[in-house]
């Protein structure tokens, strides 16, 4: 009865690499949703998808940052160029369903992204 | 637009003190949902309760209990008998369930609670 799970759970990148996490959703869930939390701050939704398709991303920074969910396989979270600022901890979360009517919400535990 | 504001930033007591931390919440639906979501320093997200906003009866779990007021639009957490592994971020957040775009939350920023011994 695996739970969301996440990883790396600890990321280092120099400046300009690239940064992939990996998000599976717990079993049977096919939707997945991606927030940050920035030092000393509070989660910020960024996106959320279902399968092979991007329902909402209007969290998302307009450049360097990009997400999938194929039909197989995890969600991937994707920040192209990274820079001092996408030092964050990254969290995904998935419902069994739109969730619209419950609100419910499976968060991991998170893949912390360090930018050098 | 929704808006979840906890004002205390930081929070510090001594074992066994009663401790309350705020949550205020702005929004324009009539049904939404209330969360109560704890960081302990290890940084996995650790669900502790939801409510509705049709249910405003008060909750208890153990130490934990929750007062939602929608008169005030207030959904404080109160921790009785505070314990050492207690301390840890706490946040409030909020779903409006009549989305289309699924069960996107909106945060508040977080209060640090510190239990000292």
């Known amino acids: 009865n695996a739970g969301v799970m996440q990883n790396p759970r600890h990321l280092v990148r120099r400046r300009g690499q690239e940064a992939r996490l990996r998000c599976s959703p717990m079993k049977g869930h096919s939707h997945v949703y991606w927030y940050r939390q920035l030092p000393e701050e509070g989660l910020k939704f960024m996106v959320y998808l279902q399968k092979e398709n991007i329902i909402d991303e209007s969290g998302m920074p307009k450049e360097r940052f990009s997400a999938e969910f194929p039909k197989e396989g995890p969600s991937i979270l994707r920040i192209q160029q990274v820079v001092r600022g996408d030092s964050a901890a990254y969290f995904c979360?998935?419902?069994?369903?739109?969730?619209?009517?419950?609100?419910?919400?499976?968060f991991g535990e998170g893949s912390r992204l360090t930018v050098l | 637009a929704q808006k979840v504001t906890q004002a205390q930033t930081e929070i510090s007591v001594v074992e066994k003190e009663d401790v309350t931390l705020d949550c205020v919440y702005e929004?324009?639906?009539?049904?939404?949902?209330l969360f109560w979501y704890k960081q302990p320093p290890s940084g996995e997200l650790v669900f502790l309760i939801r409510r509705n906003s049709f249910d405003e009866q008060n909750e208890i779990s153990g130490r934990y209990s929750w007062n939602f007021q929608k008169s005030t639009s207030s959904f404080n957490f109160t921790i009785t008998a505070s314990q050492v592994v207690d301390s840890a971020v706490y946040f409030c957040?909020?779903?409006?369930?009549?989305?289309?775009?699924?069960?996107?939350?909106?945060f508040g920023e977080g209060t640090q609670l510190t239990v000292n011994p």
């Open positions: 957040a909020l779903s409006e369930a009549e989305r289309t775009s699924g069960s996107r939350l909106t």
């Open positions: 929004t324009r639906d009539t049904t939404y949902y």
């Open positions: 979360a998935s419902s069994p369903r739109p969730g619209g009517k419950t609100g419910e919400l499976f």
